[in-house]
């Protein structure tokens, strides 16, 4: 596997940076991977790195490339993040989504998929609305139904393109169960296909192993169960009726 930074041209005429992991040989598919409000730091460069290890040709766009070109912040303070997160929009992050895509589509991967985490969670969501994707997964991604910093995807899951699974954490306090059912709710009611996954004993954050709040035995749960999603997907079978 290598690893390099490429440079995407937006069509928005901004130029955003993205981590890319290339598997050795002919990779099974495409992956964007979604961060967290922490920016493309050591962990994401890491989650990338693991998924081209399985053989997907992972793209890590910088998604505050408009306000901080190559951002990265620790986990101990999210102040910094928070203030990146409050300047991006959703106009800005499907023209990021799009270039991502594009980036994959011009490599020759015809099969694309997207994972994100916390805020990249719902990027995740974002990305499986506004582009074909095969399959899309959000782990606690918050924002998906209304919150502080936006009004949620809620109305627009109805415009999702792709099959979607969805982790939560049953003890985390930034997502309470009330937001959680209504996404799932409103995926029910547009008749979705989607997989919800809730570890009762996880908080917040649980898949990341450098903040306080990773949870090993959920991680090691969600792991293989992204990587079946996606080889499900990727393999072709065919799609339940709404997906």
């Known amino acids: 596997m290598n690893t390099e930074y490429v440079n ?6 901004t130029s955003m ?13 495409g992956l964007i991977v979604f961060q967290e409000i922490f920016g493309i730091n050591s962990h994401i460069r890491d989650v990338t790195e693991r998924f081209g290890r399985q053989g997907l040709l ?45 980036w994959l589509k011009d490599a020759g991967e015809s099969r694309i998929c997207s994972t994100g985490y916390c805020m990249g969670g719902r990027v995740s969501t974002l990305a499986a609305i ?10 606690y ?3 998906i139904a209304p919150s502080q910093f936006n009004p949620g995807l809620l109305g627009r899951l109805k415009d ?19 937001s959680v059912a209504t996404v799932i709710s409103a995926l029910r009611a547009a008749k979705k ?10 908080d917040h954050g649980f898949f990341c192993d450098q903040r306080a709040s990773y949870n090993g035995q959920a991680a090691a749960l969600a792991w293989p169960l992204t990587l079946a999603f996606f080889d499900t997907y990727i ?9």
Request: charged share 20%; net charge negative; proline share 9%.
């Open 8 to 13: 995407l041209s937006v069509d928005d005429g």
């Open 17 to 29: 940076r993205a981590y890319v992991a290339r598997p050795d040989g002919k990779p099974k598919a």
């Open 58 to 102: 992972a793209i890590a766009p910088e998604l505050f490339h408009r306000t901080a070109p190559g951002f990265e912040s620790g986990y101990t303070d999210m102040g910094p993040g928070f203030e990146q997160m409050k300047q991006i929009t959703d106009n800005g992050l499907e023209a990021d989504i799009r270039a991502a895509f594009q």
């Open 130 to 139: 506004t582009v074909p994707l095969t399959c899309a997964v959000s782990y």
């Open 141 to 143: 991604g918050g924002g």
């Open 160 to 178: 999702l393109q792709a099959p979607m699974l969805l982790f939560w954490g049953g003890q985390d306090q930034h997502i309470p169960p009330e």
């Open 193 to 202: 296909t989607y997989s919800n996954v809730e570890f009762s004993f996880a």
């Open 235 to 243: 393999a072709g079978q065919s799609k339940p009726a709404g997906a």
